[in-house]
């Protein structure tokens, strides 16, 4: 399954941590026949004390900034250059504008990177990395630095929850199958384990055993069944539509594990993530569509700041970028 077409890959400072993440990414290109582009993004430079704008101190500066990574992105390059097709790319101004601005530009379908910080999990919040993670229009993968090897179990978090809007329904149902068809792609092409998970909760339930409502234990036991029941029907329904989309001979090697957990996602999906001692998680990042500049649902930024491995996250198709190529 050649799922990525035209690959951007964001250099970090570090030669250690850029070495590792273009390794991974030539690895992705070469497996899915796809175009692989480096980018660096070097810092604007402005007007210092003393020193007009636009001015030939601030244009050599910048200059050499540019020219001093250029070599950087050869260097980077020179290992691979007979197993995949590299372009290399040295532009000016905000990181994850710069990259947005590259994606709009080239047409790019998946963005990797590492994260800026090695504790970018702590420091999340606020950063160039969530800011890519909620604006860009196409998959991004943030890459555990110094994260060696194949991964050996990828994660799939899916919503099959149909209990929203109508107009939201189709939506999600779209971006669980996008969640589905990356992590299945990556399972393969890495021989490792996939393990599906959905969280669902029994709305209602605590109200209904409280004392105002007082519901008969038998009636509420009834209710979260029927509930429990129906989310697994749609969780092995969307693996069925993955595997039918496999085939039978990838299904029988992939064999993915489905997870159904009682209780709100942001508490156990990274529960259990960290006890599969997950190396990838695959999961949607926004939950409503068509919305310019929308932000990165509750939930999922919530499991972001508990957990320790890659993360790869999709948008909904119809999300719009509040950044343009113009502004």
């Given at each position: 399954m050649n799922r990525f077409r035209n690959i951007l890959c964001v250099i970090s400072p570090t030669q250690e941590d850029s070495a590792a993440v273009v390794e991974r990414a030539v690895a992705l290109a070469e497996h899915n026949q796809a175009r692989l582009t480096l980018l660096d993004v070097v810092p604007q430079v402005t007007a210092g004390i003393g020193m007009p704008e636009g001015g030939p101190i601030s244009r050599d500066l910048q200059a050499w900034m540019v020219n001093e990574r250029e070599p950087f992105l050869s260097a980077l390059a020179a290992p691979h250059v007979q197993r995949v097709g590299i372009q290399s790319r040295v532009v000016i101004g905000i990181p994850f504008i710069a990259v947005i601005r590259q994606v709009l530009r080239e047409g790019c379908d998946l963005v990797i990177k590492a994260p800026e910080d090695p504790g970018w999990l702590d420091r999340l919040f606020g950063s160039d990395d969530l800011h890519l993670l909620r604006k860009c229009p196409c998959p991004v993968w943030m890459i555990k630095p110094r994260?060696?090897?194949?991964?050996?179990?990828?994660?799939?978090?899916?919503?099959?929850?149909?209990?929203?809007?109508?107009?939201?329904?189709?939506?999600?149902?779209?971006?669980?199958?996008?969640?589905?068809?990356?992590?299945?792609?990556?399972?393969?092409?890495?021989?490792?384990?996939?393990?599906?998970?959905?969280?669902?909760?029994?709305?209602?339930?605590?109200?209904?055993?409280?004392?105002?409502?007082?519901?008969?234990?038998?009636?509420?036991?009834?209710?979260?069944?029927?509930?429990?029941?129906?989310?697994?029907?749609?969780?092995?329904?969307?693996?069925?539509?993955?595997?039918?989309r496999l085939g039978p001979e990838a299904t029988r090697y992939l064999k993915p594990k489905a997870h159904l957990m009682k209780g709100w996602a942001r508490k156990e999906i990274p529960t259990l993530i960290r006890k599969l001692g997950a190396d990838l998680v695959v999961m949607g990042s926004v939950g409503r569509t068509g919305i310019s500049g929308l932000l990165m649902g509750n939930t999922a930024e919530m499991i972001l700041t508990q957990i320790d491995c890659s993360v790869l996250a999709a948008k909904p198709q119809g999300f719009v970028s509040p950044v343009t190529l113009e502004s």
């Open positions: 994260s060696s090897g194949k991964f050996g179990c990828i994660v799939a978090a899916v919503d099959v929850d149909d209990s929203y809007p109508a107009d939201e329904i189709e939506g999600r149902r779209t971006l669980n199958r996008q969640v589905m068809e990356m992590a299945t792609s990556l399972a393969l092409s890495e021989f490792a384990e996939l393990h599906v998970l959905h969280a669902w909760e029994a709305i209602g339930e605590g109200a209904m055993r409280s004392g105002f409502m007082r519901t008969e234990e038998e009636r509420v036991k009834a209710y979260v069944q029927e509930v429990e029941r129906h989310h697994e029907e749609n969780l092995d329904a969307l693996i069925q539509e993955t595997t039918d």
